[in-house]
């Protein structure tokens, strides 16, 4: 069975800095194509960064450019979202995906793409808040 179960989430005050987890189970996770989606109150869904093995291509939304990126643990079979800056438009459940096929394009996947993707966490919240 595959699974991706997020971690990492909670209450932040603006400015600070959080790291979510993704971890991966029944599958590498570094051999597929990898997003980061948000999902706010009242809003669709929408990709923040998405990438593929060896992060040969990263898509970031631009209001995350410079302030969020992602890094890798093999060993662990898990992928983080280190978010920096945070703002309050920030605040949202955070979902990871991920998907076998690789040849589509990052900003497809981020994009019209992402209900496509094959496995979904359950997402973790993150409220960024004073």
């Known amino acids: 069975q595959l699974q991706l179960v997020e971690s990492g989430g909670g209450l932040v005050q603006p400015g600070g800095s959080l790291r979510l987890s993704c971890a991966a189970s029944?599958?590498?996770?570094?051999?597929?194509?990898i997003g980061w989606f948000r999902q706010a109150p009242g809003k669709e869904r929408e990709g923040v960064l998405c990438t593929y093995p060896r992060d040969t291509s990263i898509y970031y939304t631009d209001s995350v450019k410079g302030r969020f990126t992602i890094s890798r643990d093999k060993a662990k079979n898990t992928v983080y979202l280190q978010m920096n800056s945070l703002k309050p438009e920030d605040t949202a459940v955070y979902f990871c995906?991920?998907?076998?096929?690789?040849?589509?394009?990052?900003?497809?996947?981020?994009?019209?793409?992402?209900?496509?993707?094959?496995?979904w966490g359950q997402g973790t919240l993150v409220t960024v808040s004073s």
């Open positions: 029944g599958f590498t996770l570094d051999e597929y194509a």
């Open positions: 995906a991920a998907d076998p096929r690789t040849y589509y394009s990052s900003s497809y996947n981020c994009g019209e793409g992402h209900r496509y993707l094959e496995v």
